[in-house]
T-cell receptor, first 113, second 110 residues
Framework: SQTIHQWPATLVQPVGSPLSLECTVE??????LYWYRQAAGRGLQLLFY??????ISSEVPQNLSASRPQDRQFILSSKKLLLSDSGFYLC????????????FGPGTRLTVL | SQQGEEDPQALSIQEGENATMNCSYK?????LQWYRQNSGRGLVHLIL?????REKHSGRLRVTLDTSKKSSSLLITASRAADTASYFC??????????FGTGTRLTVIP
């Protein structure tokens, strides 16, 4: 069966520090991968999606970037965090074939101080 | 379960017509959200309506919420071919607790 992992679960970082959040998927090949930010009471915001290694599409301009160095690995990064980067970050995958159903990871709570 | 259910599962209309999709849920919510998903792409947030609101508008979108019936509707007016997508409702019951429905597949025929 497929599983999706995200780490760390929580992270507290100072303003201006770098960021690296990792997401990995097991049990599937060539998944579509997604990064979302969820603000309580404001819904999910799609940040990036990827249909293959090295293929990244950005949905909104921001202080963040994403990379997909391996088929089942998706990384969310920042060179210098801003206060406004605080939030709950979710990774998701879909098989991109017969169904667009997305499966979400457990999320990372990021607090920028 | 809390998962919402959209109705209909699939909807096909002519360009220019209005499209109405419905969502029902089972427990108390903080807010209800509608998302669009184009095939192969991520979910795009359309509109959020809070539990104390009854109606909300955003461009060609109109959302209603009836908490007594635990239901919501999404109306897309003057539909366009580009509106072709799957539409999902999601209910938020607490911080980061988001439950998605099964979606309505909308096809707008040019």
């Amino acid at each position: 069966s497929q599983t999706i992992h995200q780490w760390p679960a929580t992270l507290v970082q100072p303003v201006g520090s770098p960021l690296s959040l990792e997401c990995t998927v097991e049990g599937t090949s060539n998944p579509n991968l997604y990064w979302y930010r969820q603000a309580a009471g404001r819904g999910l915001q799609l940040l990036f999606y990827s249909v293959g290694i090295g293929q990244i599409s950005s949905e909104v301009p921001q202080n963040l970037s994403a990379s997909r160095p391996q088929d089942r690995q998706f990384i969310l990064s920042s060179k210098k965090l801003l206060l406004s980067d605080s939030g709950f970050y979710l990774c998701a995958w879909s098989d991109g074939l017969a169904t667009d159903t997305q499966y979400f990871g457990p999320g990372t709570r990021l607090t920028v101080l | 379960s809390q998962q919402g259910e959209e109705d209909p599962q699939a909807l096909s209309i002519q360009e220019g017509e209005n499209a109405t999709m419905n969502c029902s849920y089972k427990t108390s919510i903080n807010n209800l959200q509608w998302y669009r998903q184009n095939s192969g792409r991520g979910l795009v947030h359309l509109i959020l309506i809070r539990s104390n609101e009854r109606e909300k508008h955003s461009g060609r979108l109109r959302v209603t919420l009836d908490t007594s019936k635990k239901s919501s509707s999404l109306l897309i007016t003057a539909s366009r071919a580009a509106d072709t997508a799957s539409y999902f409702c999601a209910t938020e019951t607490g911080a980061n607790n988001l439950f998605f429905g099964t979606g309505t597949r909308l096809t707008v025929i040019p």
